[in-house]
Nanobody
Framework: VQLVESGGDLVQPGGSLTLSCAAS????????MSWYRQAPGNERELVAN????????NYADSVKGRFTISRDNLKNTVYLQMNSLKPEDKDVYYC?????????WGRGTQVTVSS
């Protein structure tokens, strides 16, 4: 299993970013995918997840209405569209899948929100 995140950047408050996670090594379209984030010294927290066919999504209260998770099962890619970014959204964002009861993570992509 390999998960490769991309798209992190420095953005001003109120700005937008789209993160991508390219997945391989497992039947992508059969598994729920998740985005987590983690700040130094903090626990990793769930941001959003999406069901295998994309019909069901869940979001942390802190990002509801601002972030949108989506997936393209033909491209084996999951996305996180982030709008109205706030300084507190500054974190390393990780892609996650649980495959055969094992948590797999990418290496993360850094999002910095600052003026």
């Amino acid at each position: 299993v390999q998960l490769v995140e991309s798209g992190g950047d420095l953005v001003q408050p109120g700005g937008s970013l789209t993160l991508s996670c390219a997945a391989s090594g497992f039947p992508f379209s059969r598994y729920r995918m998740s985005w987590y984030r983690q700040a130094p010294g903090n626990e990793r927290e769930l941001v959003a997840n999406i069901s295998p066919l994309g019909g069901t999504t869940n979001y942390a209260d802190s990002v509801k209405g601002r972030f949108t998770i989506s997936r393209d099962n033909l491209k084996n890619t999951v996305y996180l569209q982030m709008n109205s970014l706030k300084p507190e959204d500054k974190d390393v964002y990780y892609c996650n899948v649980i495959y055969y009861s094992v948590n797999y993570w990418g290496r993360g992509t850094q999002v910095t929100v600052s003026s």
